[in-house]
């Protein structure tokens, strides 16, 4: 974990890529989420499966990582699917006005 209780780790699944994040992700933090994301979308995969299930705050700057993720891997016929979004990311997204723009799933990414 870094500071503020912030952590990242990836694994396959199958066909998918699992992401887990764990703490803020903000200024300091959402570089260390784009980098990930990018690795598993270097890695063509059919999904990148986001647990936010850790999730402690997310600002725009952690919101802008997650769009661009979601762009290019639907520019490569692939998805994104954030899994279990607390109350407060739920209404952070809706309030941004991207309350359909994600897929999302209440269940654990693995």
């Not at 260390?32 to 997310?58: H, N, S, Y």
């Amino acid at each position: 974990m870094r500071d503020g209780g912030f952590s990242i780790e990836s694994a396959h699944d199958g066909d998918a890529i699992v992401i887990v994040v764990a703490g803020d992700i903000d200024l300091a933090t959402a570089p260390d989420l784009r980098l990930e994301c990018e690795k598993a979308i270097a890695a063509e995969p059919d999904m990148v499966r986001l647990d936010l299930g850790g999730l402690t705050f997310l600002d725009s700057s952690g919101i802008s990582v997650l769009v661009k993720a979601h762009h290019d891997l639907e520019a490569q016929g692939a998805s994104l699917v954030l899994h279990r979004l607390d109350d407060r990311t739920r209404r952070i997204l809706d309030v941004a006005g991207l309350s359909d723009f994600f897929e999302r799933s209440d269940q654990p990414a693995r």
